[in-house]
């Protein structure tokens, strides 16, 4: 607001002649032409239009300034304001007269007329104005492009040299000596190495989801020959439930589900969706090089026989994505839905596959990273031109077609019977009968469908303007993002881009893929990744704690061709990777959140983990691989990652995923977050489902025991995978009493309470 | 050794059954690191400690309530330019309101004959006359006010007030959303935490057929009576802190050590606090609770049972639930397009219960600290909605009133204005982020320093918006 000394208009006018130019305070008609502005205009802009059209705005609002000369001159996103002396081709106008409703100004209500005519006067005079100062920023300059030579996560990946440590016995591999040389300049040590049954416990439950059984455990501490932990690893790393494992970690960061949302008008199922969660499973279980499983699932349908064929499928995290949907009520709406659709590709391939936030520049240049909207666009434009295939046949058009005609002769004929029975026409009868029969014996199989994608043109999309589809503004041709490919990178040419785009993501030189994958690897492991925001590699994400080691295992991740399994192998072989999960004071005084890794910490298992380890201890797992989806993860025993995801919370199977920090599947997630309420509590104190699985273990932990103390060292080597402790069993005695067994009116036995609380106990709940 | 229950961390560091591990920990810390729902200090002295939500789902009519518009008598039937804007459907001329408007109390303020009860208590009222929102379509009207935001990707204000403020009681969830018989619009989206740690997620709780013994999923174990359980869950603890005295300090294993304490007392605390029948009949009465909670359909819509809700939301209040937000009825009730006058048994379904709620929070000394909302996603046209015979009206997101009492704001107050038709908020115009900004004012929070680190950036309930609107604060 101006004091109340700029509004008088005699001040106002010595205050203008005092410092506009010689010339026009020697000409009279343009003197009276500025003070017209100074005592009328101004204020009316000061008023109405500097809150966020002036340089004190953040953000200027439309990209338009009006508190200069040259910044109206210039105009907006949308181009010129005002037309000096036409003030009826002025959008100024327009605006003020809130004759368009996009275009109403200002926001908080029209002005009053006689002001409204006051703007009209102005511009026909040619619009008068002495703000000399010229836009100090223009949007352009805002990107700073230097971040693409300082920050860490664009410099290209090279090998760093392994370094000297003091303790040059302890590292068992260079992963070791990073890590080593990292907690020597903090003057810390390691703990010591974990024992051989927490060993294999943790590596089974990191592997494969599933803690060993009891002869495993037997096997691998009886195992003293070298290299015995080695093949521990690689046997696990062979296992399909390590597929199973890993895929579900994917599947977080593609925001997999097996629906869409539900809204007041729509709503479907993806009911082929878990076609792209087998294909998942099967390309980690196949170690499937990451520069390809990173092509196959943005173009798969692209690539040529045979790898199309597992390709459409493969395409499902696009396919499979959100779908804003608009009932057409109202043109902004539809304009919404779809901006909205076109954003949830962007942010999941970006932060997905780059860890970078390009969805941050959807209405304006990113804050802090040098990504400016026109290569969001560029982005987006790749997916507006990529349609969706709701169901593609997996079959050739023969076979689909072959069967759609059996169906509808099925149809036909089942019809004709209903016919004739209500005409009581049993010659007819008898003989269609035998035609159905016929029809039923040599009718098609069903075939395999796909939530696929195909290209759908080549067109490049316009800059939305604050992100408004219906407000266009310059081209952005479609191509990969300025800060990895340089100034001006080529355009795509070929169809929508994907298959370019794909490529330019899988390429070693890309900077951030491998360190993205490479990191994903590790939080898994560890609980944290080396950069802690594994979805943002940013300015504003954390740094990584060990940036070289970060650099050696992308590096290393490139030169074993892409494979996962050798880094898991690099990662798993390592000391660091084996050390106790224990305390000491010193240490936590040092470095409480354990960021040097002097330990394992210790990690509460997400709820895929602990559901299928109390299936697996109570003896009640179904070990069935892949297929669709099973309805409740309450009431089967199939693997969690089998039950069916929804984008809406509907079932109370989706319920207790969420009460366990399964992340919202309507955005990709980073990775969980464990969070730690009473829910959770009440589901292990008080849930049929552990109850049960309570139940079974009782049974199978009892049978052929003799005493209570043989009853406590057996559930305790099945569901710890270790051997009693003497002060377990005596306060497992003190419990159990005389009568173990003894069930009144329907409670449970002191035995079957007994095997609940392991099920329920912090030590069967954390991976140590 | 004996060990009584509950068992506090407090009393786990006095007893040293942990060792050297929980000390050392506590040594290292210097504090007991608290739980997510520990009590937190708000950014400056908050004029209210709770609130609860009395959420008008579908829009109900400004017009026909709190806003009257004598004007639209004389234009009945006409289409001014004033009113000459696109809302959701086609609308045609002027429909007057058919609800006759007085004034109340000493303010003066004008309510229509649907609330008179609620009119009994205007001098505590404070109207909001300028509302507006950005879309007149009811999901995204309602994940507006519901999360700020027309994407169902950000976390619910009262998800924000949990993350922001914790809560009073340790036993019962900090925010916990009531309706009767099915979801309100848009369902759980509404009272998501979204990226906030999922501790501060609402926790619906359907008041159709409830039995208090069963509010929440699991809350008693099927198979075991009381005594046994505490038995049960005492080696349970042992065994856990074997576990720890073991391993070394570990905050995740103590956090979940106390958790299940938690758990263990909310199995009974819930149930308590969810039970109305402990409540005298002079109180039943009050909010005309009768032997079975009311259920009707207007203008194809249920409604019904909100009275018992009413009443649960101030037993929850009281024993410091941060957030109630209690849903007049399932889905979308207000929507009346196809005739007006089905507000009318609605109004009727709420009023007293809406009346008695401020009079009760008012005699148990809770209103001053309580905010009470009262309101819709948007409001309605002063324009008919012609898609039926009778004379009903559209969704309008121009303009509407929404209305807070108690906690902090003035009352027998009106802020802002709609133009001569009740058509657009003219006068000192308040988005619902406005309202946001303003209702964690009043709680104590700086909108724009109660932020979220997520995916690369701070979030705010507010976005990059929203203005405190001090004016109607007392």
Redesign the interface.
């Given at each position: 607001m101006p004091s109340s000394r700029l509004t008088n208009p005699l001040h106002m006018l010595l205050l203008v002649l005092a410092t506009a130019p010689q010339s026009v305070a020697s000409d009279p008609a343009a003197a009276k032409d500025l003070a017209f502005f100074e005592s009328k205009i101004r204020p009316l802009l000061v008023k109405h239009c500097y809150a966020c059209h002036s340089s004190q705005a953040d953000?200027i609002e439309g990209g338009l300034r009006l508190d200069s000369r040259p910044g109206w001159q210039k105009g907006g996103d949308s181009g010129q304001v005002i037309v000096a002396g036409k003030p009826d081709e002025s959008r100024l106008m327009k605006a003020v007269q809130y004759t368009d409703?996009d275009l109403a100004m200002p926001p908080?209500?029209?002005m009053a007329k006689p002001d409204i005519e006051l703007i009209r006067q102005w511009i026909s005079r040619g619009a008068p104005d002495p703000r000399a100062t010229a836009s100090s920023t223009s949007k352009a300059d805002r990107i700073d492009w230097t971040q693409t030579t300082r920050h860490w996560a664009f410099q290209p990946v090279s090998r760093p040299r392994e370094p000297q440590v003091r303790h040059a016995d302890w590292p068992g591999n260079a992963v070791d000596r990073f890590v080593l040389a990292r907690l020597e300049s903090r003057r810390l040590k390691p703990v010591g190495p974990a024992t051989s049954r927490t060993l294999i416990r943790r590596l089974s439950l990191d592997l494969t989801g599933l803690p060993p059984s009891p002869r495993e455990v037997d096997l691998f501490v009886a195992d003293t020959r070298p290299g015995a932990w080695s093949r521990l690893v690689d046997r696990l790393l062979a296992s399909p439930a390590y597929g199973q494992r890993w895929g579900r970690h994917w599947l977080d960061v593609v925001r997999y589900a097996d629906d869409q949302?539900?809204?007041?008008f729509y709503y479907r199922p993806l009911p082929h969706a878990w076609r792209y969660r087998d294909w998942v499973v099967t390309a980690f279980n196949n170690d499937l090089p990451y520069d390809q499983f990173v092509v196959h699932q943005l173009a798969g349908d692209l690539l040529d026989e045979p790898l199309r064929s597992d390709g459409v499928i493969a395409v499902g995290l696009l396919a499979l994505g959100m779908m804003y949907q608009?009932?057409g009520?109202?043109p902004?709406?539809v304009a919404?839905a779809k901006s909205?659709t076109l954003d949830d590709r962007v942010d999941t391939v970006t932060?997905g596959f780059l860890a970078l936030?390009v969805s941050?520049a959807r209405c304006h240049d990113h804050?802090?990273d040098p990504i400016p909207t026109s290569d969001y666009y560029s982005l987006a434009g790749i997916f507006n031109n990529t349609g969706y295939v709701d169901e593609l046949p997996l079959v050739t058009p023969k076979v689909a077609a072959d069967y759609e005609a059996s169906q509808a002769q099925i149809a036909s004929l089942s019809k004709q019977l209903e016919t004739a029975k209500r005409a009581g026409d049993k010659s007819q009868l008898a003989k269609l009968a035998t035609s159905l029969t016929n029809a039923f014996q040599t009718a098609s199989l069903a075939f395999p469908r796909a939530h696929s994608v195909r290209d759908t043109g080549s067109a490049d999309m316009r800059i939305a303007l604050r992100g408004n589809l219906r407000k266009p503004g310059p081209i952005a041709p479609r191509r990969f993002l300025q800060a990895l490919a340089g100034r001006s990178p080529p355009s795509f040419k070929t169809g929508s881009g994907r298959l370019e785009l794909a490529r330019s993501i899988a390429d070693p030189r890309n900077p951030l893929t491998a360190r993205v994958l490479v990191n994903r690897i590790w939080q898994h492991h560890f609980g944290r990744g080396l950069v802690e925001?594994a979805?943002?590699f940013?300015t504003?994400?954390e740094p990584p704690t060990h940036p070289q080691l970060l650099d050696w295992l992308a590096w290393r991740l490139i030169e074993t061709g892409w494979s996962i399994k050798q880094l898991h192998r690099d990662i798993l072989l390592s000391n660091t990777y084996q050390l106790s999960?224990?305390?000491?004071?010193s240490h936590?005084?040092t470095d409480?959140d354990n960021r040097l890794l002097w330990r394992m910490p210790?990690?509460?298992l997400d709820i895929e983990a602990w559901r299928d380890s109390m299936l697996a201890v109570s003896g009640t797992l179904d070990e069935t691989v892949g297929g669709p989806a099973v309805d409740s993860l309450l009431v089967e025993s199939r693997r969690t990652i089998y039950v069916a995801v929804h984008r809406?919370?509907q079932t109370?199977s989706d319920?207790l995923l969420?009460?366990f920090?399964f992340p919202?599947p309507?955005?990709g997630s980073?990775g969980r977050?464990?969070?730690?309420?009473?829910?959770?509590?009440?589901?292990?104190?008080?849930?049929?489902f552990v109850?049960q699985r309570a139940r079974q273990l009782a049974s199978r932990a009892a049978a052929g025991t003799a005493s209570t103390d043989q009853r406590i060292a057996r559930v305790v080597r099945i569901v710890m995978g270790r051997r009693a402790?003497p002060?377990?069993v005596a306060?497992g005695t003190d419990?159990l009493g005389e009568h173990p067994d003894r069930n009144t009116d329907?409670?449970?036995s002191p035995w079957q309470?007994?095997c609940?609380?392991?099920l329920?106990?912090?030590?069967f709940?954390?991976r140590p | 050794m004996i060990t009584p229950w509950p068992i506090s961390r407090r009393h786990l560091l006095s007893q040293g059954t942990a060792g050297?591990?929980l000390l050392?920990?506590a040594?290292?810390?210097g504090h007991e690191s608290p739980g997510?729902?520990e009590g937190r200090a708000p950014h400056f002295a908050p004029r209210a400690k709770r609130i609860i939500h009395l959420l008008m789902n579908g829009g109900p009519s400004h017009i026909d309530t709190f806003d009257p518009k004598p004007l639209l008598a004389k234009y009945e039937g006409q289409r001014p330019s004033t009113v000459d804007?696109?809302t959701?459907?086609k609308t045609t001329g002027i429909l007057h309101s058919p609800f006759r408007f007085q004034q109340h109390g000493d303010s003066g303020l004008w309510v229509s004959e649907l609330f008179p009860h609620v009119a009994r208590h205007a001098d505590k009222l404070c109207l909001i006359h300028s509302m507006y929102t950005d879309?007149?379509?009811?999901?995204?009207g309602l994940l507006m006010m519901d999360v700020g935001a027309?994407?169902?990707?950000r976390p619910s204000w009262g998800s924000w007030l949990s993350y922001g403020l914790g809560t009073e009681n340790q036993d019962l969830?900090a925010f916990v959303v009531i309706s009767h018989n099915g979801d309100p619009?848009?369902?759980?989206?509404g009272w998501?935490s979204?990226?906030l740690?999922?501790?501060h997620?609402g926790?619906f709780i359907d008041t159709y057929k409830l039995d208090p013994k069963r509010v929440?999923?699991?809350?008693?174990?099927?198979?075991?009576?009381r005594g046994?359980?505490r038995?049960?869950?005492d080696?349970?603890q042992?065994?856990?802190r074997?576990?720890?005295n073991?391993?070394?300090?570990?905050r995740?294993?103590e956090?979940?050590?106390e958790?299940?304490e938690?758990?263990?007392r909310?199995?009974f605390a819930a149930p308590e606090a969810f039970d109305i029948s402990r409540e005298s009949k002079a109180t039943h009465d009050l909010y005309g609770i009768g032997p079975q909670p009311t259920k009707g359909v207007a203008g194809g819509r249920k409604y019904g049972g909100f009275a018992e809700g009413a009443l649960i939301a101030r037993r929850l209040s009281e024993r410091g639930v941060r957030v109630v937000q209690l849903a007049f009825a399932p889905d979308i009730p207000w929507d009346d397009h196809t005739d007006i006058n089905d507000h009318r048994p609605k109004a009727f379904e709420c009023d007293r219960a809406i009346a008695a709620l401020l009079s009760d929070l008012e005699s148990r000394g809770l209103l001053d600290e309580t905010l009470v909302l009262w309101g819709g996603e948007f409001g309605r046209t002063p324009t008919t909605d012609v898609t039926a015979n009778k004379p009903g009206r559209d969704h309008n997101h121009f303009g509407f009133t929404v209305w807070l009492a108690g906690g902090g704001v003035k009352g027998g107050y009106r802020y802002g204005a709609t133009d001569e038709f009740g058509m657009r908020a003219?006068?000192n115009?308040a988005h619902v982020r406005d309202l946001h900004a303003t209702i964690l004012h009043l709680m104590g929070l700086d909108h724009e320093r109660l932020t979220f680190r997520h995916?690369?950036?701070d979030f705010r309930l507010t976005d990059?918006a929203g203005r405190v609107i001090h004016d109607i604060i007392a």
């Open positions: 953000p409703e908080d209500g029209v949302l539900r809204t007041e608009d009932d009520g109202t902004d709406g919404i909205e932060r936030t941050c804050k802090f925001t979805s943002n940013g504003r994400g999960s224990d305390s000491t004071p936590l005084q409480a210790r990690m509460r809406d919370v109370e319920k969420r009460l920090d919202n309507r955005i980073p977050k464990p969070t730690t309420i009473p829910q959770q509590q009440l589901f292990a104190l008080n849930s049929p109850i402790l002060r377990e306060l419990f329907g409670q449970l309470q007994y609940q609380v392991l329920g106990s912090n030590e709940l954390f | 050297i591990g050392g920990l040594d290292v810390f997510p729902l804007l696109k959701q459907r879309i007149p379509e009811h999901i995204s027309n994407q169902p990707t969830p619009r848009p369902g759980p989206t998501s979204s990226f740690p999922g501790v997620s926790a929440l999923a699991n809350i008693r174990n099927p198979g075991l009576s046994s359980q038995r049960q869950f080696l349970l042992r065994m856990n074997l576990e720890l073991r391993s070394g300090a570990d995740a294993l956090s979940r050590i958790s299940l938690l758990a263990f909310m199995q003219v006068e115009r995916s690369g950036r990059v």
